[in-house]
Nanobody
Framework: QVQLVESGGGSVQAGGSLRLSCAAS????????MGWFRQAPGKEREFVAA????????DYADSVKGRFTISRDNAKHTQYLQMSSLKPEDTAVYYC??????????????????WGQGTQVTVSS
């Protein structure tokens, strides 16, 4: 079992930046993909970004490309999401995800096994 704990959420004005962190603990394996999803009020949870265990492959939702950067530190079992040029529509609960099935390329998808509890990000205009 893997436990995921997010941190770094908060409130920021449009155009600002935040960095989310997600620390994994428990029965951790270095060779698993990780990623981020988000859920805005009244909407379904959506994919934000994913990263392979090596960090060589990354994918982003079109809505965040060029503004968000996903990274990881396997020695610390931690992943990060650097969010810049934030917009009010980025307001959501952000969930850390780990393990599961991730494919990067012409067909991209990520179906995680483990989820964090979520951290709120609020962007005001």
């Amino acid at each position: 079992q893997v436990q995921l704990v997010e941190s770094g959420g908060g409130s920021v004005q449009a155009g600002g930046s935040l960095r989310l962190s997600c620390a994994a603990s428990g029965h951790t394996f270095p060779r698993y993909p990780m990623g981020w999803f988000r859920q805005a009020p009244g909407k379904e949870r959506e994919f934000v970004a994913a990263i392979s265990w090596s960090g060589e492959d990354t994918d982003y939702a079109d809505s965040v490309k060029g503004r968000f950067t996903i990274s990881r530190d396997n020695a610390k079992h931690t992943q990060y999401l650097q969010m810049s040029s934030l917009k009010p529509e980025d307001t959501a609960v952000y969930y850390c995800a780990a393990d599961g099935e991730y494919r990067s390329g012409s067909v991209t998808y990520y179906y995680p096994t483990y989820w964090g509890q979520g951290t709120q990000v609020t962007v005001s205009s």
